[in-house]
């Protein structure tokens, strides 16, 4: 154990690797973020001179509180092996956000503004949502297993944190497996690489060496894209808000379910945080996302900002509290410089897509390795949900980019083809949700305690009445078939439960 000497280090060499890590997690994001804005149709200036800025801001911002959280924490219980929480803005709502609200919202008014300012109410709701959730997180965390919590996150750590980078650096394997096997040696085999370098820079250093030395990278790409970087600035306003709530009034009860996604995310990553050894407060955490997520808003990004996925992984790769603030302040250059587009024409992406890999394997190794062996099947259940997330994800992706989607080309078309479409839809819509809901009934049924589980499947129907689970819209009464179904569950369970109390052996008598 790492001696403490009285003071709290504010940076440490480990952290080089973290920042790498953190870093490009939050560089992908940006880079895809520009991406699908531009496909929108709305306005470079708004894009590059406005959203990113602000989006930079809130990144930094929260990275300085969860800094801040990890020094106290550091403070308190004297120690310099603290990891801060890693936080950016928050994936699944990148792609929702635009194609859910601006999009739409732009298409119908023909005013990128409008779009824009319509988005922005949007996250302004949502992170009200959380910051309201707030008031009650802890006690949710509390109440649901620590397996259903983990394997919902090594779910969520497959499919949306491994699974693309994975394919990225297959895509380039020259590039992206010798990296890959770089990190895999250095972080898995404890490997010493020359001059105690970090892994992760050795990784990016060999990987960008290949790209240029193959032809990947092109020197011409980078000398044009140092034409894009100048000084752009987030405004502040109030009205971009109350202008854009009429015309995100019928997208506002989207929010909702994606406010609680965010809300048990936190909550998720706050336990992951614990069992690695760090203890955050579940109130203060989600304070901080919430209030971030306003403050977004209110300079001009629509995205909400999130603690990421990764805990562990930045732990176990010597990240302690610099890394953090590291990210903040290269995030708020890049984003403030129009930096975005310049870095990724010196470095190739498939160099530093596979830490992403390893953060993946780390969180998936963790379910298994932080709970008793017994919940393992309450694991692979809480994967069923996040696999059919992503399966939907990548499917629509492909109808779309060929001009077509699954309604258009028809769910019994793509049903007839071996795949029940349906299903699908109704297994991946609020997947989050569902992979906790469901891991938490098994996990207490393997403890048999079927009371809790009882409670668990009718809080399920709740969800499915009013759509937040199972369905692909909100509203009252959206999902009655499916919430009866979990009130049968919820009786059964209650009725095994009556049945074992009155075996005074604890067996179950059916008779």
Partial sequence: MESFNGHIKLWQKTDIDGFFGLFTNNLTNLLVMGGLLISTGIPATIIFGSILPAVGLSIFVSSMIYSLMAYQLAKKEKRNTVTALPSGTSVPHMFLIVFLIMGPAYRATGDPYLAWYASLAWGFIEGVIELAGSLFGAKIRKLIPRSAMLGSLAGASITFIAMAPAMQTFELPYIGLVSLVIILLGWFGKVKFPFHMPV??????????????????????????????????????????????????????????????????????VESAEVAGDSYSTTITMIADGGTSILASLFGSPFPTAVFIGHPGWKEAGARIGYTIATGVAVLAITWLGMISLLLTVIPLAAVLPILIYIGLMIGAQAFQEVELKYAPAIILALIPWLADWGKNIIGNALNAAGTDALTTGYDVIEKAGLPYGGLIALSSGAIIISMLWASILSFIIDQKFHYAAITALLGSIFAFFGLIHYETVGFGIGRETAVSYIVVSIILGIVYKKINKNKNGGINYD
């Avoid at 990987?207 to 193959?214: D, E, F, H, L, V």
């Avoid at 970087?229 to 202008?243: M, T």
């Fill in 200 to 269: 992760g820079l050795v990784a990016i250093i060999v990987g960008s060496i290949i790209g240029w030395a193959t032809g990947v990278m092109d020197l011409d790409t980078l000398l044009g894209s140092i034409n894009s970087v100048k000084l752009s600035l987030p405004s502040f306003s109030v009205n971009r808000i109350i202008s854009g709530f009429s015309n995100a009034l019928p997208f506002l009860v989207s929010a909702i379910p994606l406010g609680i996604y965010n809300l048990l995310e936190t909550i998720d990553n």
